[in-house]
């Protein structure tokens, strides 16, 4: 209602009889009422404030983006619930109009956009317009994330063209430098096999290293069919047991019987497995224990790897799967971005849980074979599912 017109009705209510009094009531009412519904139906949050900063109107999206509490919010200082947000415009006290980006960890982190107009009324005050724009930002960081991981693959491909070969060399003529040294006596045959030991295993650092390179700019197509992920883990905790057993760990495995088929790539699969367990036994002294286990997480199986480390400090945890990031002293920051590019190549996804001084653990889950594909909207009934066959 407009100011002019409440301050005529108002004038004039004692001339009115009640009947008219009601329905002028009824009808400002309904208005509310409608207008109330319209802002409750927005995805924007709505918050408007007075002159003095208090709560005066916010609507549904406005209490789940910020936590506000509906019931109780209006009268309350909205710098209780945005406590940096700065109004005022030279000093002056006065609402500003101003748009900004803001992060809120309750009741969840997220991130919101926020634009605010000051009221031209009388009464002053302000709008705020709140807007959840965690996805945009999550869809740049990917978008940067590619153009990184295409920047490596460039990078990738030259580093391994010059010093691939020369590598080789000198694996070739290390060996043959060993051989020679059966021939020299034993007093000077003793120290310089420890220096040809120090630099056979310097050149098979590097050449891990290059073969890390050339993964992240070759990556192979993934060939996929129904298998065992059970079958998968067994291969590979088999195929590195020496390993297990020579670091001194303990290895517990807990694998889930009866699992649904995954469509997945053998051979890319169990190199996701190889990495994360030499990633675990990195992490580890002697007598630390690596923990594998498999088990159904509604439409996933899930390949959790779990060791008793040092742990990854919080401000390097969302960096590890990025290219050049690394916790390990001269690993090549690239096995776990591989790592993802390949479970993610699955349909699937992989996270990390990590405590500093506890350990860390890894969870690769895979799509279930009935479920690599979600309808999202029916326009006809639904079609029915396969099932998968289950494991032996």
């Known amino acids: 209602m407009k100011p002019k017109f409440r301050e005529k009705l108002l004038g004039k209510l004692n001339w009115l ?3 008219r009094v009601q329905d002028y009531f009824g009808q400002l009412a309904q208005e509310k009422g409608f207008l109330e519904a319209v802002f409750h139906s927005l995805n924007e949050g709505v918050i408007v404030t007075n002159a003095g900063g208090r709560i005066t109107y916010l609507n549904q999206a406005a209490t789940e983006l910020l936590g506000v509490p509906s019931d109780t919010a209006i009268g309350l200082p909205l710098g209780r619930y945005l406590p940096d947000l700065k109004w005022d415009d030279g000093g002056n006290g006065q609402p500003r109009a101003f748009s900004r980006e803001i992060e809120v960890f309750y009741p969840r982190q997220r991130y919101l956009h926020l634009h605010a107009v000051p009221l031209t009324t009388a009464d002053g005050g302000a709008v705020l317009i709140l807007r959840d724009v965690t996805a945009a930002r999550k869809q740049t960081a990917d978008a940067i994330t590619h153009e990184r991981n295409e920047a490596v693959s460039l990078l990738a491909a030259g580093v391994a063209h010059e010093i691939g070969n020369p590598l080789n060399s000198l694996h070739i003529h290390l060996q043959l430098l060993d051989r020679e040294l059966r021939h020299l006596p034993a007093e000077k045959r003793s120290t310089l096999k ?22 992240a ?9 129904p298998a065992s992920v059970n079958a998968v883990v067994e291969e590979t905790l088999q195929f590195m047991s020496a390993e297990i057993q020579s670091a001194g760990i303990a290895a517990e495995v807990n694998l889930t019987r009866g699992l649904p088929r ?3 790539d053998h ?6 497995f190889i990495n994360l367990i030499k990633n675990a ?34 401000n ?8 050049y990031e690394s916790t390990k002293q001269g690993g090549s920051g690239l096995g776990l971005m591989i790592v993802r590019r390949i479970v993610q190549q699955h349909g699937g996804a992989i996270d990390v849980d990590s405590a500093v001084g506890k350990g860390t653990v890894f969870r690769v889950r895979l799509p279930t074979r009935e479920k690599r594909a979600r309808v999202l909207e029916a326009a006809s009934p639904a079609a029915r599912q396969l099932a998968a066959p289950a494991e032996s």
């Open 194 to 215: 420890e220096s040809v030991r120090v630099a056979k295993a310097e050149v098979a650092r590097l050449d891990t290293i290059i073969s890390d390179f050339l993964r």
């Open 267 to 272: 051979d890319q699969m169990k190199q996701v």
């Open 262 to 264: 995954v469509w997945l």
């Open 17 to 19: 009889d009640t009947e």
């Open 316 to 323: 390097l945890i969302g960096k590890i799967f990025e290219p």
């Open 217 to 225: 700019a070759r990556p192979a197509p993934v060939r996929l069919e």
């Open 281 to 314: 036994l990195q992490a580890m002294k002697p007598g630390g224990k690596l923990a594998v286990a498999t088990e159904r997480t509604g439409d996933y199986v899930t390949v959790s790897v779990t060791d008793t480390g040092a742990g990854i400090p919080p």
